[in-house]
């Protein structure tokens, strides 16, 4: 035995070991995707709306605060439409101070005069694409968080990009509560700390909340302030009806879920299940000067436009706090704490397609996916031994390598197995005889023209090489599109396909060609070749 062919066997007795080795045990190695283990598969859209107002409150919050550092404070300030904040009540003799300060500090923002005295802030439109963007990308990565802390295996979470580009697609293999982990992700989230406006007349003693928002703006003399809103709040009874009242708060948030540091289940003062939460230092603050400045007012505590609680603000608050008041349980009050810690989602979700896939299918598709690729392997395997003889021992050693090296590459790359990725594993069976029968038949037509077994088989794999590196290059090129732009079970298909022709033409020229010639260093006189 040569030299070459020494070290050319022991190269493929390496990878055969270390495929084997990444392989094993196959059930934990190899992933299974959606449609074979069951889970959820949805699409979401993100309400960019959302996220626009929500920036257009915070500015409303700022620009409040830095007209009130030079003495400018407007008498209201108020969000007008989607993207235009208005501002009134100005010294109409500093309106262009307040007006040249403005477009320095939110050059984002096209400020103008209406000449009433009001000033009119209106966000860009390159702006208010840009906060649409990052809306769609921050829901992506808050998704994400938390289905990783939640703990599900091999998720498949990516943004849409053809079509509507806030659509996000979900799919969670191996879930088995839909309904909490649906909440779990799909609820913003979004944390905010507002003032009650108690209605004229009335004090926070003798301020209760009506049962329905008509009924709240006659307490305000028929209608809302520009700046306030009404928010529900649904309350248990002494007889355990739930009964929902409505709440005068303030439009803007000065502090809200972003702001928080840390989140975490806790207790409240008798013993129920809460939220404790740990607010970042610049929110501390502004938390702190919130709390001194209203004292004995009302403070709601809203989470996704739904008030918890609404206590009353006793003494100065800093960075620590604690959500009770919410009926909270042991698992709501963790599913919140986890929410809260992963972020809170941008803007509101709604779910456009929804397919729960039950573990019973899954195993129905396994089972038959391995059957049909079971007896798709037998019968090619018999048309090789049969048609090809003992030469075809040697093409079905190289397929038996392909796919070996094929679910090895997959389990390194901690790649999905689908269905369609099963029908791409059946696909690349085929292509891997296909290489051999090229160049079994080059053999023949070499050993037909009289020249030895030994030079016939160098011969047939030389001229055969560029046209299985030909066909199997142009099926690797469709492929590399296939997952560059299919989504879902299409990329599965393209997966395999794609490993497995790369992984057959290492079989079919290099492996094959081996064990070639280590049957004629075994047999050197060999002067017929069963083929």
């Known amino acids: 035995m040569t030299f070459d062919l020494r070290w050319r066997l022991l190269l493929i007795l390496g990878l055969i070991l270390l495929c084997g080795f990444i392989i094993y045990p196959p059930a934990d190695k190899i992933h299974l995707g959606l449609d074979l283990k069951g889970g959820i598969h949805m699409v979401m859209r993100v309400?960019?709306?959302?996220?626009?107002?929500?920036?257009?409150?915070?500015?409303?919050?700022?620009?409040?605060?830095?007209?009130?550092?030079?003495?400018?404070?407007?008498?209201?300030?108020?969000?007008?439409?989607?993207?235009?904040?208005?501002?009134?009540?100005?010294?109409?003799?500093?309106?262009?101070?307040?007006?040249?300060?403005?477009?320095?500090?939110?050059?984002?923002?096209?400020?103008?005069?209406?000449?009433?005295?009001?000033?009119?802030?209106?966000?860009?439109?390159?702006?208010?694409?840009?906060?649409?963007?990052?809306?769609?990308?921050?829901?992506?990565?808050?998704?994400?968080?938390?289905?990783?802390?939640?703990?599900?295996?091999?998720?498949?979470?990516?943004?849409?990009m053809s079509g509507n580009a806030d659509r996000i697609l979900v799919q969670l293999p191996g879930v088995e509560d839909p309904e909490r982990v649906k909440d779990l992700i799909g609820s913003p989230a979004f944390l905010e700390w507002k003032l009650v406006k108690v209605p004229p007349g009335l004090t926070v003693e003798q301020f209760n909340p009506p049962d329905s928002p008509q009924a709240l703006d006659q307490a305000f003399g028929g209608r809302l302030p520009e700046d306030v809103e009404a928010l529900p709040q649904d309350r248990t009874t002494t007889d355990g009806r739930t009964m929902r009242v409505y709440w005068p708060v303030t439009k803007s948030s000065p502090i809200t879920g972003n702001d928080l540091k840390n989140s975490r289940r806790s207790q409240d003062r008798f013993g129920a299940p809460a939220v404790s939460f740990l607010l970042t230092a610049d929110a501390g603050q502004r938390f702190q000067e919130l709390t001194r400045r209203n004292q004995g007012q009302l403070l709601a505590i809203v989470l996704d436009r739904k008030i918890i609680s609404a206590p009353r603000i006793n003494a100065v608050i800093s960075d620590e706090g604690i959500i009770e008041g919410g009926n909270f349980t042991m698992e709501s009050s963790e599913d919140l704490a986890l929410k809260l810690r992963s972020g809170a989602l941008p803007a509101g979700m709604e779910i456009l397609e929804e397919r729960t896939v039950g573990p019973s299918l899954g195993a129905d598709s396994i089972r038959q996916g391995i059957v049909a690729s079971v007896i798709g392997s037998i019968i090619v395997i018999l048309f090789m031994l049969v048609y090809y003889r003992l030469s075809g021992i040697n093409a079905v050693l190289a397929l038996g390598l392909n796919v070996l090296i094929l679910l090895a590459a997959m389990a390194y790359v901690h790649s999905t197995l689908t269905l369609p990725g099963i029908a791409g594993i059946a696909l690349t069976v085929g292509m891997a005889v296909d290489a051999n029968v090229l160049v079994f038949e080059r053999i023949r037509e070499e050993l037909r023209l009289g020249r030895t077994v030994k030079a016939a088989i160098h011969a047939g794999f030389d001229k055969a090489l560029s046209t299985i590196v030909d066909s199997n290059l142009t099926t690797l090129i469709a492929g590399i599109f296939l997952y560059a732009y299919g989504t879902g079970p299409v990329r599965g298909f393209a997966v395999t396909l794609n490993v497995g022709i790369m992984a057959n033409l290492v079989t079919a020229v290099f492996v094959s060609r081996a064990i070639f010639d280590a049957a004629l260093t075994l047999h050197p006189r060999v002067e017929r070749l069963s083929i």
Do not use: M
């Open 47 to 160: 309400k960019t709306d959302d996220a626009v107002k929500a920036e257009i409150d915070l500015t409303t919050e700022r620009v409040r605060a830095a007209l009130g550092e030079k003495g400018l404070a407007p008498q209201q300030a108020a969000a007008d439409g989607l993207d235009t904040i208005i501002l009134s009540g100005l010294d109409p003799a500093r309106l262009s101070e307040a007006r040249d300060l403005l477009g320095r500090q939110f050059a984002q923002y096209r400020v103008t005069s209406d000449g009433t005295g009001r000033l009119r802030l209106q966000l860009s439109a390159t702006e208010t694409q840009a906060v649409r963007d990052s809306a769609v990308r921050q829901a992506l990565e808050t998704i994400r968080t938390r289905v990783d802390k939640f703990g599900v295996a091999e998720p498949t979470i990516q943004r849409q």
